[in-house]
């Protein structure tokens, strides 16, 4: 049963995801970006992460992708426009990929899970509940690692404000 | 054939629980139509609807059967399958959220750690449907109250959830079960009193949430002819509407769990567990009612502004304060 899960998970996470780069229409695009979203939250809750599938949707689903949306309305769309399917140097880029598949295999042939680290074994998770643990580690452990995600986070904030911010008169 | 028949069972009470679940919620959603219009009409000085029924009982049936009646008319330049669409991703998005409320201590159809995660989750996801339906119009006026709508959401959204903050920290949990527990465990009962910055700030981010008035403006009739529904006819245009009242009456549900005790109440009624929390959920709609009657719409920019400057800030307030509370207590 969980394989069934996981199989149609998969193959609906790969197409949803061609569907959005194929797509000609910018909105379809985005639109399959969220079918794709909602099958991933669905793949974390088949892994006990209930927290990272409701974050997946809170954050990605539901701000991320609703201010792609904005975007996408406000510039000015033409379906007529009809760009070439391929640049001229699609031969470099295919090898490019190809070798990049080929990496991937690679790591995935050697691939071993990793040991369980301190407190954070699966029988943990599940009984002192996900979102519970993940808190602890995050604030106790990894607070610097927290902080600095913050700092950074703020960094940029600042930035996009500075960059779109109004020049007063005899200011440039 | 047994065997199968013991695996399938839980199953089969499951799907009819929801459906129990979901025609009582379709009952309290269509006479909370009758009640707003019978409302407002006593309060405006006028009778309301009365001539279909017993003092117009049944008129929330009768408009289904007009509605279903009518002519569905999709506009020419419309994208089709995204105009479908639109109205049943509101729709789905506002009983969805049902499904993790407890109604009483035994019965919350799925029990969820996350559930308040989960409520946030759908209602980001109900956003969709007004901003698709919006686009998919092909309409000027469907647009701009699409555009409306999404800034307003995503703004409050923020508000809503840093509101429910504070609940999370006094209770220790995202379980909406577990919270009514802390709630009736703590010294005040309920978490309104204690937590009474972030129950402000939590109503008025629900009006603008579920975009009633007086934070309308992505249907404001007056600019926009009805926003970003505006090219919908018949059932479809009952859909919308159908989610606008499901978000009302899930929202207020939400608030009767996080702060007024979902269902304990002062003393126990036998045989109706489930007594005090309905009477906290018709009391807080009629509250939403009121408050349509009472205020006008405000200007686009001042409902930003409310969104972004005042209501934000006293809800980061609220959880510093609690914090510092839990923290020294």
Request: charged content about 10%; glycine content about 8%; proline content about 4%.
């Given at each position: 049963?969980?394989?069934?899960?996981?199989?149609?998970?998969?193959?609906?996470?790969?197409?949803?995801?061609?569907?959005?780069?194929?797509?000609?229409?910018?909105?379809?695009?985005?639109?399959?970006l969220l079918?794709l979203f909602l099958h991933q939250s669905v793949?974390f809750l088949?892994?006990?992460a209930e927290f990272l599938a409701a974050i997946q949707i809170i954050v990605y689903a539901g701000a991320v992708l609703v201010l792609f949306l904005?975007?996408?309305?406000?510039?000015?769309?033409?379906?007529?426009?009809?760009?070439?399917?391929?640049?001229?140097?699609?031969?470099?880029?295919?090898?490019?990929?190809?070798?990049?598949?080929?990496?991937?295999?690679?790591?995935?042939?050697?691939?071993?899970?990793?040991?369980?680290?301190?407190?954070?074994?699966?029988?943990?998770?599940?009984?002192?509940?996900h979102t519970?643990?993940l808190g602890?580690?995050?604030?106790?452990?990894?607070?610097?690692?927290?902080?600095?995600?913050?700092?950074?986070?703020?960094?940029?904030?600042?930035?996009?404000?500075?960059?779109?911010?109004?020049?007063?008169?005899?200011?440039? | 054939?047994?065997?199968?028949?013991?695996?399938?069972?839980?199953?089969?009470?499951?799907?009819?629980?929801?459906?129990?679940?979901?025609?009582?919620?379709?009952?309290?959603?269509?006479?909370?139509?009758?009640?707003?219009?019978?409302?407002?009409?006593?309060?405006?000085?006028?009778?309301?609807?009365?001539?279909?029924?017993?003092?117009?009982?049944?008129?929330?049936?009768?408009?289904?059967?007009?509605?279903?009646?009518?002519?569905?008319?999709?506009?020419?330049?419309?994208?089709?399958?995204?105009?479908?669409?639109?109205?049943?991703?509101?729709?789905?998005a506002g009983?969805t959220s049902?499904?993790v409320?407890?109604?009483?201590?035994?019965?919350?159809?799925?029990?969820v750690n996350v559930g308040l995660l989960v409520i946030l989750a759908m209602s980001s996801l109900s956003s969709y449907?007004?901003?698709?339906?919006?686009?998919?119009?092909?309409?000027?006026?469907?647009?701009?109250?699409?555009?409306?709508?999404s800034?307003?959401v995503i703004s409050y959204e923020v508000a809503m959830a840093l509101s429910l903050v504070?609940?999370m920290?006094?209770?220790?949990?995202m379980?909406?079960?577990?919270?009514?527990?802390?709630?009736?465990?703590?010294?005040?009962?309920?978490?309104?009193?204690?937590?009474?910055?972030?129950?402000?700030?939590?109503?008025?981010s629900?009006?603008?949430e579920?975009?009633?008035?007086?934070?309308?403006?992505?249907?404001?009739?007056?600019?926009?002819?009805?926003?970003?529904?505006?090219?919908?006819?018949?059932?479809?245009?009952?859909?919308?509407?159908?989610?606008?009242?499901?978000?009302?009456?899930v929202?207020?549900?939400l608030?009767?769990?996080?702060?007024?005790?979902?269902?304990?109440?002062?003393?126990?009624?036998?045989?109706?567990?489930?007594?005090?929390?309905?009477?906290?959920?018709?009391?807080?709609?009629?509250?939403?009612?009121?408050?349509?009657?009472?205020?006008?719409?405000?200007?686009?920019?001042?409902?930003?502004?409310?969104?972004?400057?005042?209501?934000i800030?006293?809800a980061?307030?609220?959880?510093?304060?609690?914090?510092?509370?839990?923290?020294?207590?």
């Amino acid at each position: 049963m969980e394989k069934v899960l996981f199989g149609y998970l998969a193959l609906a996470i790969l197409l949803s995801a061609l569907f959005a780069i194929f797509s000609r229409n910018v909105v379809r695009s985005v639109l399959w970006l969220l079918v794709l979203f909602l099958h991933q939250s669905v793949l974390f809750l088949t892994l006990q992460a209930e927290f990272l599938a409701a974050i997946q949707i809170i954050v990605y689903a539901g701000a991320v992708l609703v201010l792609f949306l904005f975007v996408v309305y406000l510039i000015n769309l033409r379906e007529e426009i009809r760009l070439p399917k391929f640049l001229g140097s699609y031969p470099l880029a295919f090898i490019a990929v190809l070798s990049m598949l080929i990496l991937a295999v690679a790591g995935l042939v050697g691939f071993v899970p990793a040991k369980t680290v301190g407190s954070l074994s699966p029988g943990a998770i599940l009984k002192v509940g996900h979102t519970q643990i993940l808190g602890e580690h995050l604030f106790r452990e990894h607070i610097l690692a927290f902080e600095i995600a913050g700092v950074l986070l703020l960094v940029a904030v600042l930035g996009a404000v500075v960059l779109v911010r109004r020049l007063r008169e005899g200011e440039l | 054939m047994e065997a199968v028949l013991k695996m399938a069972t839980p199953w089969l009470i499951l799907i009819l629980e929801a459906l129990v679940l979901l025609v009582v919620a379709l009952l309290h959603v269509a006479y909370t139509t009758y009640a707003e219009r019978k409302i407002i009409g006593h309060m405006q000085q006028r009778l309301g609807p009365n001539r279909v029924g017993p003092r117009g009982l049944l008129q929330p049936i009768a408009d289904v059967v007009k509605l279903v009646a009518k002519e569905d008319i999709v506009p020419s330049g419309a994208d089709k399958s995204l105009f479908y669409l639109a109205p049943f991703i509101s729709l789905v998005a506002g009983a969805t959220s049902l499904a993790v409320i407890p109604v009483w201590e035994k019965f919350a159809l799925a029990n969820v750690n996350v559930g308040l995660l989960v409520i946030l989750a759908m209602s980001s996801l109900s956003s969709y449907g007004i901003i698709l339906s919006g686009w998919a119009s092909n309409s000027r006026y469907a647009f701009l109250g699409g555009l409306r709508a999404s800034a307003q959401v995503i703004s409050y959204e923020v508000a809503m959830a840093l509101s429910l903050v504070g609940v999370m920290l006094m209770a220790g949990s995202m379980n909406l079960s577990e919270i009514v527990k802390a709630q009736v465990a703590s010294p005040f009962k309920i978490y309104a009193i204690p937590q009474i910055i972030g129950f402000f700030v939590f109503m008025v981010s629900a009006i603008a949430e579920t975009n009633r008035t007086p934070f309308d403006l992505p249907e404001a009739e007056s600019e926009l002819v009805a926003g970003y529904f505006v090219e919908y006819s018949g059932i479809r245009f009952g859909l919308f509407y159908l989610a606008e009242y499901f978000g009302m009456v899930v929202m207020s549900a939400l608030a009767v769990t996080c702060f007024l005790g979902g269902w304990a109440g002062p003393f126990e009624i036998p045989g109706i567990p489930f007594f005090w929390f309905l009477v906290k959920l018709y009391a807080l709609i009629f509250f939403y009612i009121w408050v349509r009657a009472t205020l006008p719409r405000y200007r686009y920019d001042q409902l930003m502004g409310l969104g972004w400057k005042i209501l934000i800030p006293l809800a980061l307030l609220n959880i510093v304060i609690t914090g510092l509370i839990k923290v020294l207590v």
